[in-house]
């Protein structure tokens, strides 16, 4: 696991793979380990797959509030390591019942 260090607080993620960046979103409550490891290995054989934990779950810091569920992804989304973003980048997401 890796801590990106942002304006708004620490953003923990993990990245996969090489090739077109895929971000993967979890569904609110759900940490990063949530995703199905043998979806995340597969699809990292092709992408440079970015997981996270949402703001305030896991190892990523709550946002201050008034917190709202749009707000929850794109607060890690814009704030990851330019390590993690590139020009064509892909995502994929998920709602956790």
Do not use: C
Not at 53 to 70: E, F, K, R
């Amino acid at each position: 696991m890796r801590t990106a260090h942002t304006t708004l607080g620490a953003v923990a993620y993990r990245v996969l793979g090489s090739g077109t960046p895929l971000v993967m979103i979890t569904g609110y409550g759900a940490t990063m380990e949530g995703w199905d490891r043998r979806l995340v290995d597969a699809l990292a054989r092709h992408y440079r797959v970015v997981i996270f934990d949402n703001a305030g779950i896991g190892a990523t810091q709550a946002l201050p509030a008034p917190l709202s569920i749009d707000a929850m992804p794109a607060r890690p989304v814009r704030s990851s390591p330019r390590s993690a973003s590139a020009a064509r980048t892909s995502s994929a997401g998920r709602w956790a019942a």
